[in-house]
């Protein structure tokens, strides 16, 4: 997915869009993807590796949330509040925010990796959980237990 994109802002913003724009936790890193055709069987072997990878999605996705959250505050400040909903896709962003963004995209794929996913598996479990209502809900699941311990 990411070949034609691989080392490129745009295909760092494609990485963490579809991460982060689950439950809307990233404003503006949400653009519309292309969603992927599988045939019946393979959505089937797909969904069984996906429950597998779950959990260490889930994890990733609590320790992305920090770095998130911190990095969309640094640029709410050096903007004034104002921040776009697209701000990591903007071709003329303060050079600032250019740091951020680039951080929190390098430090978010790192977290991912460190979570034992490619970035690959990343985003394709993003948009099965998107699309299937029973995987979100395995999911909420998990990240709900994994808050509380």
Known sequence: MFKSFSGTRWGWV????????????????????????????AVAQEQSNYTK???????????????????????????GGNVPKDVCKQSNLVGSVTHICDRFFNESAEIIRGNGLSL???????QEVRKNPALKDQLNEELLRRKRN
Do not use: H
């Open 14 to 41: 494609l990485l963490l869009a579809t991460s982060s724009g689950l439950a809307g936790w990233v404003p503006g890193l949400a653009p519309d993807l292309a969603g992927i055709t599988l045939s019946s069987t």
């Open 120 to 126: 690959t598996d990343f985003n394709a479990i993003t």
């Open 53 to 79: 990878l779950l959990g260490n999605y889930a994890e990733a996705i609590l320790q992305m949330e920090p770095l998130r959250l911190q990095s969309y505050q640094r640029v709410q400040q050096i903007m």
